[in-house]
């Protein structure tokens, strides 16, 4: 996708997660303006989730690295990232570019190593 | 039969699994377990005890028991608890036994280490007046 301001250039995340598994994400946005402050949000299935850093300042022809994370829930998800720029005023969505998620067969319960490992007058 | 008094200061320190751990009638004992887990998002219940095993039986007599929440992971993750056992309901004596598992899972985890704990009736030993002088 292209913006007006910023491109979103690099969505990282995984085709597939196991239910209640940590979900990383990272968003990649190129400045391509003289726009100061961009920012991004993401979303899946009508929830959100926030990245890090909240805002960059940034420099006209740079790229700036978001993270963000949110737990697998037990249905396929698409993750919709936008990106926002500050207008001076307000904060106007930009680009934006999207990922499935599918969900991943999660093992039976299981156990190895289980020991004793010291015990001691409490 | 009472204990040499190193003996006791050091058990205070906890031991590794195996090795001999000697405390007095009516303390408590700190057991810590470890295991990995893979699997869904589970909770369990593990099982702490003591006791004696005679001919293979294993007749608790004390015991603790916890309930732990296991994150879901597609990968094995490794756990550590412990919890505290009242060791009021054992008699003075030596070669207890000491079990742990998780009790909806008892044939994976099981674990059994023989004659790991003595217990010592509190008491007395060797009163006497050291001196006496005028104050």
């Keep these: 996708m292209a913006g007006k301001y910023t491109d979103i250039t690099e969505l990282t995340a995984p085709s597939s997660a196991a239910p209640g598994s940590k979900v990383s994400i990272t968003v990649k946005v190129f400045n391509k303006t003289d726009k100061f402050y961009i920012a991004v949000t993401g979303g899946y299935n009508g929830a959100g989730f926030s990245f890090s850093p909240d805002y960059v300042m940034s420099v006209y022809g740079s790229t700036y690295t978001f993270t963000g994370s949110f737990t697998m829930p037990a249905t396929k998800v698409r993750v919709l990232i936008n990106s926002w720029v500050w207008d001076g005023t307000k904060w106007i969505v930009d680009d934006y570019m999207y990922k499935d998620i599918a969900v991943t067969a999660i093992a039976e319960p299981s156990f190895r190593n289980f020991k004793v490992l010291d015990y001691s007058k409490a | ?135």
């Design chain 2, 1 to 135: 039969m009472a204990k040499d008094v190193m003996e006791l200061i050091e058990s205070e320190f906890g031991v590794p699994a195996g090795q001999k751990l000697t405390i007095v009638q009516g303390d408590k004992v700190r057991m810590t377990v470890s295991f990995d887990y893979l699997g869904p998002a589970k909770t369990v219940t593990i099982r702490y005890s003591i006791g004696n095993r005679i001919v293979g039986v294993f007749n608790e007599l004390a015991f603790n028991r916890g309930s732990v929440n296991l994150p879901a992971s597609d990968t094995w993750k490794t756990y550590s608890y412990y919890m505290d056992i009242s060791t009021s309901a054992l008699s003075p004596g030596t070669d207890y036994d000491v079990e742990a598992k998780v009790e909806e899972y008892v044939s994976d985890t099981l674990v059994k280490i023989d004659n790991v704990i003595d217990v010592v009736k509190p008491g007395f030993r060797n009163f006497q007046i050291v001196s006496y002088e005028k104050v």
